[in-house]
């Protein structure tokens, strides 16, 4: 995920964004600004939510209050992408299984959800079947069928309605993509897409026309969950979807805010997962950042539903009156920069080593925020909590935070440049942090003989500027600086699409360097068949070996972020697969 979808699903933070209706959302219980802050009783202590659960509590009641500065691209289940939008949507939509509802990495494992077990695998690994749970039910108390779930699943074909959404069950069950999805299917009952069979209501049956180790993660998403064909509005989905979950929308006004309340035809029997405990949930979008943690630390809210961390002021508040009501944890996110081999010199991997050798790391590390705003200083293009991660795998020796100056002059002597070469940085104008970065990254290189000029360029348009890569030739962007997060966590959600040369787009491209090396390309589909996870982790890290070899990235940091959560909060930990997010549908408030 892009840095735009959240801070990845795929962007930073992601994948992500909010939308709501709201009402006034004040004291409620909020109370005032003790100095514990969190508005009720003192907090837990400083990185308690990581790795383990504060709180734990049954009990039910009250309203959990979120607040954010930015909507969710589409609370439609198939439109959205981004990160916060993922995790929140687990109150309205229910999907065949998911990830357990457990602290730190215990949260990417899967489990059952609508279905009764993970599904029955053959031993070709191409056919998955699922039985439904009994129970399952929609808001207005009709019965929820198998049906339901493949026309969700279908409305990811419908691109030209159901637009920016995740497209992953596309590739993988229909890559030839003969599909044209439920608006423009002509059977009867708009269910023509082969690759799933409805054989009954309890039993859905997907065929993959070839194995892949990573369709359950895939079927886990927000993308996969069910849509009853006579409530989809196609493109006004989003504005008021009908719920699957423990929850349902009363309202939502985009870019002010949204409330939920208890779907009382939601049956608890039926599902394992959810725990339901507040009585309201209520978001609140407003546009300054600042005010959003003031209003964070005196209590007037529960957390930030964005969760892309505090910001410097609110931050430096927080650790230093506040520290018993925050959290550090490693996002999933990579902060680099990457290198189009269509802007010479960076066609030569010596000029790209140079680069690599002559920055410093530490100085990019600060510009990001430090150890703890920032993050862990990045090694190579896999992070943390992907599997196939090598903690001691530093082949340019970052870890040690200061350039190699030496051995960045050796670099230019072999592509040529002894003297060095002018390039351009491009950078987004609204990411202060990434501006920053280009900033140290230019004085660094500036030290080796590199001049290199800094473009901030609008980062609304991103996808057409440094996403063409025509755009970026012509442009001559020798440097482009990013950020990723994995879809999900594996080497084929995170790393394929920023290094597999069959990602690269025309427009909206993420692959920057446009990386296409045949072997690199093969490992990818050898980790991809391979089902055995652990496996697949071993041909994951060859592949970013490769990656790293070829020095087509320089990774900045594994970024970190301090998130606030109220000392009302009850069930609060944060998750791994939700990007270091609290895992939403667990929360509940004193």
Avoid at 158 to 174: E, F, H, N, R, Y
Avoid at 312 to 332: C, F, I, Y
Avoid at 356 to 367: E, F, N, P, V
Avoid at 396 to 404: A, E, H, I, L, V
Wanted: glycine fraction near 12%.
């Amino acid at each position: 995920m892009s840095t735009q979808r959240t801070p990845g699903r795929r962007s930073a933070a992601g994948a992500a964004l909010v939308v709501a209706a709201l009402v006034t959302t004040a004291a409620c219980g909020g109370g005032g600004g003790s100095k514990d802050g969190g508005g009720e009783g003192k907090g837990a202590g400083f990185n308690a939510g990581i790795g383990k659960v504060v709180g734990a509590s049954e009990k039910k009641g009250g309203e959990l209050k979120f607040i954010g500065t930015q909507d969710a691209d589409s609370w439609d289940p198939q439109r959205g992408y981004y990160g916060f939008m993922w995790d929140f949507a687990r109150y309205y939509t229910r999907t065949l299984i998911t990830s357990k509802p457990a602290a730190g990495g215990e949260s990417t494992t899967l489990v059952p959800d609508m279905a009764t077990d993970t599904g029955k695998v053959s031993d070709d690994k191409k056919t998955y079947t699922f039985t439904l749970r009994p129970g399952l039910t929609w808001e207005d108390g009709q019965p929820l069928t198998a049906r339901h779930i493949k026309y969700g699943i279908e409305r990811t074909w419908a691109t030209d309605k159901i637009s920016g959404g995740p497209t992953w069950l596309m590739q993988v069950l229909d890559p030839e993509k003969t599909y044209k999805g439920p608006y423009k299917d002509e059977s009867k009952d708009k269910l023509g897409l082969k690759a799933i069979e409805t054989p009954d209501d309890k039993t859905i049956v997907f065929k993959l026309p070839k194995p892949n180790g990573d369709f359950l993660q895939m079927l886990a998403m927000p993308a996969a969950a069910p849509v009853r064909p006579d409530k989809d509005t196609a493109e006004r989905y989003g504005q008021k979807p009908f719920s699957s979950g423990p929850y349902k929308f009363v309202s939502y006004s985009p870019n002010k805010g949204l409330e939920l309340v208890r779907n009382d035809k939601w049956n608890k029997d039926s599902d394992s997962i959810r725990k339901a405990l507040p009585d309201k949930i209520s978001v609140t979008l407003i546009t300054n950042a600042d005010d959003m943690d003031n209003r964070l630390i005196k209590g007037d809210y529960d957390l930030d539903i964005n969760a892309t961390g505090m910001g410097s002021a609110g931050r430096q508040k927080a650790l230093k009156e506040h520290k018993a009501n925050v959290d550090n944890p490693q996002t999933g996110f990579i902060r680099y920069a990457a290198f189009p081999k269509t802007v010479a010199p960076f066609d030569n991997e010596h000029c790209r080593k140079a680069v690599i050798y002559g920055a410093d790391h530490t100085s990019l590390q600060t510009a990001r925020g430090g150890p703890q705003a920032g993050g862990d200083i990045g090694i190579s293009m896999l992070p943390p909590a992907v599997k196939g991660f090598d903690p001691g795998y530093d082949p340019y020796n970052m870890k040690q935070g200061k350039p190699d100056v030496a051995k960045a002059k050796e670099e230019l002597k072999a592509c040529g440049k002894p003297e060095g070469f002018k390039t351009t940085i491009a950078v987004r104008n609204n990411k202060m942090q990434e501006v920053a970065t280009a900033e140290s990254l230019q004085a660094s290189l500036k030290a080796i003989g590199i001049d290199a000029q800094i473009d901030k360029y609008d980062g609304a348009q991103s996808t057409g500027i440094i996403g063409s890569p025509e755009n970026v030739k012509a442009k001559g962007y020798g440097i482009i600086i990013m950020g990723w997060g994995s879809d999900f966590p594996s080497g084929q959600g995170f790393l394929q699409p920023i290094a597999d040369g069959r990602f690269i787009q025309q427009s909206g491209n993420q692959n920057y360097p446009e990386l296409n090396d045949p072997a690199v390309n093969k490992t990818f589909d050898e980790a991809i068949a391979e089902t055995d996870v652990e496996k697949a982790g071993k041909l994951y890290q060859e592949a970013n070996k490769k990656v790293m070899d070829g020095a087509w990235y320089l990774p900045f940091t594994y970024e970190k972020n301090i998130i606030w959560r109220s000392s009302r909060l009850t069930n609060v930990y944060t998750a791994d697969i939700y990007n270091g997010r609290y895992d939403y549908a667990s929360l509940g408030v004193k």
